[in-house]
């Protein structure tokens, strides 16, 4: 683990958040093996997820981070906005297929942010409720995401979801590791 994540973890567990702690600690870890694993196996980009774009906003960035590269490796192009504020000046410059945003964060929420992408844009939205109930599946659906995942989410199964939005059927699996506790 970097600097940034060990701090991220420590955090936590001052907060009093052991679980949760243990928990990030154990899915940062499984996704620093999945990453080596398949750097060590060939290049599973393929044209169909070569041309996608996708946004996560959320202000854990050692979670979008570990997602980012991650999602990279199967050819979607990703960028990152801590802030919903920063996704919509974002947005205005650039167009994307899929966002993937937290709910809980600094300023603007993202229920609040996926209300005003509807409106503004034909992206995708995956909405990703954090370490607590933030977020009913129900009141995700009015608002008309294409999906929901709660964190924190292993990436193989945020990868499934990404396909499964986008309609990717052609994208190889990704290789197998066991399932982490929690």
Known sequence: MNESETSRIKE???A???DLAAKSAGLISR???LIRKMNEQQSPVTKASASYRILLVGADIVY???LDEYIQQYGFKCYIAPRADIALEFLKKMEVDL???DVIMPGMNGLKLTELLKRTTRAHIILMPGYRPSCSYKQAIELGVSDLLYKPSELNDVLECIKRV???TNLPKSPDL?????
């Open 64 to 66: 979008h981070q570990l």
């Open 16 to 18: 009093g958040n052991r």
């Open 178 to 182: 066991p399932k982490g506790k929690g």
């Open 166 to 168: 986008l309609n990717i």
């Open 99 to 101: 966002v993937i945003t």
């Open 12 to 14: 936590l567990e001052q």
């Open 31 to 33: 996704g620093l093996q």
